[in-house]
């Protein structure tokens, strides 16, 4: 089933178009990159799904009971994030937010399912620790329990693993695979295509190049040759 159905998106801001014609479609349950160049209209295209943003032209679906307010959303990591200064537990509840509509306070449901992302991503332990102390993959766990109160449907990770060693890396990249295997749906931006194609089920190359299609076919393809180059695979 799609999930979410793109068509002819025309993305950017009043004078300036970073990207048009852009169409494509994530089923349920796939796991989606999105790669490109600095500036080609990913974190745009991103928040334009959310609804953060208008596009200039074109139109996004909804299906499967999704709408966008219940996608998790996993931003890029900004310094005023780093210094958030609330518990693990208050960040990971605020992710249930878009649940909460008219009520003012977090239901007994609510917090049930915060403390069960926790120890789904194995940070129940330090529930009570301050976020601004955290190393960065913690946090980035954090930040990824907190998008999962949001929904059991879809992600969306704008570069998840930017600024991490190569350990905490690959210990992110197993837990995005094992939620995607638990049926969420992941739709995630990264840079590091070869990394990302391992993973991935369908890429989307935004930019100079386009490409939309499975992991397989974009190797083959001029954009994905040209990125992934021989020398960079990872396989």
Not at 142 to 165: F, H, I, N, S
Not at 193 to 208: E, Q, W
Request: hydrophobic share 35%; proline share 3%; aromatic share 8%.
């Amino acid at each position: 089933m799609e999930q979410l159905i793109c068509k002819k998106l025309k993305l950017g801001y009043e004078n300036i178009t970073l990207t048009e014609d852009l169409s494509f479609s994530v089923e349920k349950g796939d796991y989606l990159c999105i790669v490109g160049e600095n500036g080609a209209g990913k974190s745009t295209l991103m928040r334009t799904i959310l609804r953060l943003q208008k596009p200039l032209a074109g139109s996004i679906e909804y299906n499967d009971d999704l709408t966008a307010s219940k996608i998790g959303y996993l931003p890029q990591q900004t310094i005023v994030q780093k210094d958030f200064p609330a518990s693990v537990y208050e960040v990971v509840l605020s992710g249930c937010q878009n649940s909460l509509g008219y009520h003012l306070f977090y239901s007994k449901q609510d917090r049930k399912r915060a403390q069960d992302n926790m120890e789904r991503l194995g940070i129940s332990d330090i529930a009570h620790w301050c976020y601004r102390d955290l190393s960065g993959g913690q946090q980035q766990r954090v930040l990824l329990a907190r998008a999962l109160c949001a929904t059991e449907k879809m992600l969306l990770l704008d570069e998840p693993v930017a600024g991490l060693d190569p350990m905490v890396t690959s210990e992110m990249y197993a837990l995005i695979d094992k939620l995607n295997d638990e049926g969420i749906t992941i739709i995630m931006i990264s840079h590091d295509i070869a990394c990302s194609v391992k993973y991935a089920k369908h890429v989307l190359h935004i930019g100079d190049d386009f490409f939309f299609g499975t992991v397989e076919d974009y190797r083959k393809s001029p954009a994905g040759s040209k990125y992934l180059g021989e020398g960079h695979h990872h396989d």
